[in-house]
């Protein structure tokens, strides 16, 4: 279980991931997540109101949104600001950024504040989505303690770190972290979400084209759980530093 | 484990499950599944005609769509024909309902063929996503047998059987097929697709308000497991009697 | 004029009308109406507002939705949410559907409230707009009867039953509620809605490939009052029953 | 029956009606229809292609589309261009528009051309689509001349003309062509619209607020086929002048 | 610099002028503005609120609309309401115009009131942008005179005449005021906007297939301020008759 | 003229302009360009097909489109994908960039090829659309010289460098390449566009609050000659650097 791939990894290992915070000067918190060629763009905005279902509750509020650059990929894809609407695939993806990252706040001590996360892809090599959430957990991070610091908030509302890893069966090998080519062969391929007490926030494996036994199940876990334990210490290390 | 349930069910019991084929005449493959509350009628709609993207393979295709009569709900929803637009949380069913299915046929001997599942909740208690695949499986298998039995398939491209469950931890305690009550204040709510080999086809899991820990995974896994030898075998009954 | 059809009906006669109420068991009202294979849920849903225009004057309103299962035809029809806009045809049938029932209504005794019909043709053979009113009229009075016993309403708004039936001309013979096959080769195709006062409501005639003379206008008119009559016979007993 | 009207018209009387054709450059038809303070612009646009389901029939086609200006009427409307699509009462107007000129073409001897009639109303005082089938049918007829004249066909598939008209009972009383003050207190308000064999193309009759009897219906007809004629006889002659 | 054109015109000569005031009876303002085959109806609507982020500020706003009915042109155009959304041009166009007529309005003078200009072309033969901004003046003037003759508002907001005309560069020789052969013959097309000081409201040219030089931009410049001077003559005397 | 600006800029300074070649990896052409805040990743695609108006003509064509990450601005904006459709100044912006790029490329040296420009702003601080323009240009030299390396073009179809930049009247002070606050407070704000003949390729001068003498016309293009000619240099510095 440690041949090499491509780039010279084995099974278990993550890609290069760099986190470059204050990446653009605006929103609340700003970062760069790369993880080799995917490149997200993840900003945090906070907002001093919240939808109608939460007005007079006590209760703050997370969304997020997904989008790629046209040309983040071999091929170029058609804006979906020019198709009029938003694929299945970005509302797939966005729910689940929105639904992992509110799984680490507290919203009560968030208070009636929404914060929105943009994830914008500007370069693509497989594993977007995950990389979204793991840098989208590190643009809030930086926003809330943006808003303690501000005195905005008398206490963080985070619960804990929140991060995302792609695992697959590639050609009869359970690998980590899997790159466009890798992914585009996977017999398996699961994105697996948890926080820092190692519990799952959320599973998603999907056999495509073929079909996943419990045993491969178990082995994509272990993988996943080894690579998510690595981010959160490179998460935490760029939080420190900004 | 066996604590009753509301509706006097034992944590791994299914609720009852009708089956009525033939449902409406004009489809290829019509059913109407009922899990208790919960009644979608799915029906299988075959062209013989191919996305472009299969267009000279060779190859057949399979999509699903998925919909809710504005009433099938407690309180009544929008129309999604009068909103204009397709919701998330509809896109994101219907992908899943086709992947799922998609998982049984050998496009090969399908030929150039496309096949439509529609599924269309009339009447919503919570699972209408698994029922739709369960349901969607046997209208699917219905016309397939149509078109071997018209001979327009030498061979069946079926390949095994796909049902779905909901599992889901309410209350700290892990349970099989979760009426809306139920879901409504699951900890965590987890969607199994199988085939007949028992191997997985799909698994979603989320702990939205809450995390889940390997074992609670695993517990709701073995549930799964049980719940959807069940239905392998009504569904078989249904077909045979179609 | 009392030749004999495919059905073995004779010109004057209806198919055999079904009325299944409490066919769902969330809305105020509910039936499932059957004209011979055309099968429509309606369902009467209750809101307590009313749109911006009747704030603040005593009065309620009444709105009607219609829409065709995808294969509730012969062949498969896109859905109307994937197209992103309803067609033309179903705005008519739905505006059409509306007036009709509001024209039973005293919205001055139905005071500030809003009731939604809601028609889901599940098999369509033809006469599924004029099914609708049939049907939508009998959800509508379950629903108000349920205000009234609920002590909402204390005296029922109810002016009048409403019921509508399709005639036409075909080969030259005025025929009453036409079948998918008879209305497509009908020379002439009328639409007619009344209340039990037997006056009219709405007269839409239409000669689409001919035209139509006063005499056969007079006949189909007869036709038409005939066929109603029983109708409202059948709407009167199902109510009761519920 | 013959009382005077706030325009000092009697119950029988159509407004004046002016046709001015030729009223812009471009198209292959063109009329502006006032009738009294209602103002049409009609335009007849012939297109050497059809529709995919006449192709290789040998057979033509026309359509119709409507529109007023936003601000045709006493307050201003919203431009349904901004608002994304069509309202209900537009594609209802349209679809009758076109309905009632197709009933006035031999559509094989038209052959495999197009016909789209363009209604724009530049100012609304009741009776809009009437207006624009009566003006439209000139403008249609002026373009099948020039076809004709220019060798393009043969022989006219001009059957009959059509025209249209509103009536209405106002008061207890049954009126011809119906201005807007008129129209907005009606009790039932009729479009019909008649080739010139005095056959019914279309008849719409609605009670909206109330509901009307089979000797109103009988007493609006009359009147219906007396403004018609005269109609018919105007619209000779404005096509002759052309 | 005085060659003759196709239509006996000089190279500095506008078309005819004509500005039909009173055009249609529901507007406050409302003028048909036709220049040479270009006609184009000017309407001025006044509604007593303003967009959001205007309350309670005391200034007012404007707004332009534009269109095109279908056959304005030599071909057929598909309607933007059925397309189902505004094209680039016209929005460019709209926009256009709102800024050039809010120029010339004092907001504080108008109050919380709004504007809409509606300009909606029903013959095309070149510069229907410019004539929508010369005659939506007109239009806007005869409207602001009714609120002050009205005693709606106390001091016209007016500032001062905005009129606009377009001027080319065509086989080399500038010329004023195209007609739609010149235009899409033209090198350089600019559009200019003046006050009646002779000062820029904007100034848009364009060399789309080829480039201009500083010397024919100020040729240009020369020839539309004479054509604006003359323009802002028939202006005030179509504002003086109305 | 040569006051000091907030940034220490003089009145004719441009702000530091960067560009960065190869900032992704996918597109034929790719920079960042940076002028003082405002940074845009331009991307040129190339596709071996043309739009049906091209077809057999043995020409080419190029467009642009334009968008803005939320979070570029100093308060978030809504996405247009999740709008559902373009904004007005959207389409104006990518049409500008679109006519201003052609203005450089001989068609039929292109060949049947179509070029895509992608301008997404990922942090904006005024002139956005010049920056695109300026920025556009480069990753469509590089994409071309591409295209004559890999000899699928024999000869470059670049006629010339095409540049923007911003200028406008500032407190009475014409000044250079504004940023936003100069921009937001500004009485004139004139685009222009040139190529390297220093001919105007396109020039929008607009008064919006104000108006502008021909004299600030004049002073305006003066700095905007000025700007352009530095942002040549630098344009070719960078493409001969790639």
Redesign the interface.
């Known amino acids: 279980m440690s041949i090499l791939r491509g780039d010279k990894r084995k099974n278990n290992d993550l890609r290069d991931v760099k986190l470059i915070t204050g990446f653009?000067?605006?929103?609340e918190g700003?970062v760069l997540i790369e993880m080799g060629?995917t490149?997200v763009?993840c900003?945090a905005?906070v907002?001093e109101s919240v939808p109608r279902f939460l007005k007079k509750t006590g209760k703050g509020w997370l969304t997020a949104?997904y989008?790629m650059?046209?040309?983040?990929?071999?091929d170029?894809n058609r804006?979906?600001?020019?198709m009029?609407?938003?694929g299945?695939?970005?509302?797939?993806i966005?729910?689940l950024i929105g639904?992992s990252l509110?799984?680490c706040l507290d919203m009560g001590k968030l208070g009636e504040r929404s914060i929105?996360i943009?994830c914008?892809v500007?370069?693509a090599d497989g594993g977007t989505r995950t990389a979204s959430i793991t840098g989208g957990y590190v643009a809030l991070a930086i926003a809330i303690n943006k808003l303690v610091a501000d005195g905005k908030l008398e206490e963080s509302p985070l619960i804990s770190n929140v991060a995302a890893i792609s695992v697959g069966v590639v050609g009869g090998v359970p690998m980590l972290d899997l790159k466009y080519t890798e992914d585009a062969s996977a017999d398996v391929d699961m994105n697996v979400i948890?926080?820092s007490?190692m519990?799952?926030?959320?599973?998603?494996?999907?056999?495509?084209e073929?079909?996943?036994?419990?045993k491969e199940?178990n082995d994509l876990?272990d993988l996943a759980e080894k690579g998510i334990k690595e981010l959160f210490e490179i998460q935490n290390e760029a939080i420190e530093r900004a």
């Open positions: 653009t000067i605006h929103a700003s060629h490149k763009i900003t905005s907002s949104e989008s650059l046209p040309r983040a990929t071999e170029r804006r979906e600001a020019s009029g609407k938003l299945g695939r970005t509302m797939e966005q729910r639904r509110r799984a929105t943009d914008d500007i370069q948890m926080n007490k519990e799952f926030v959320e599973v998603q494996g999907t056999g495509e073929t079909t996943f036994t419990r199940l876990l």
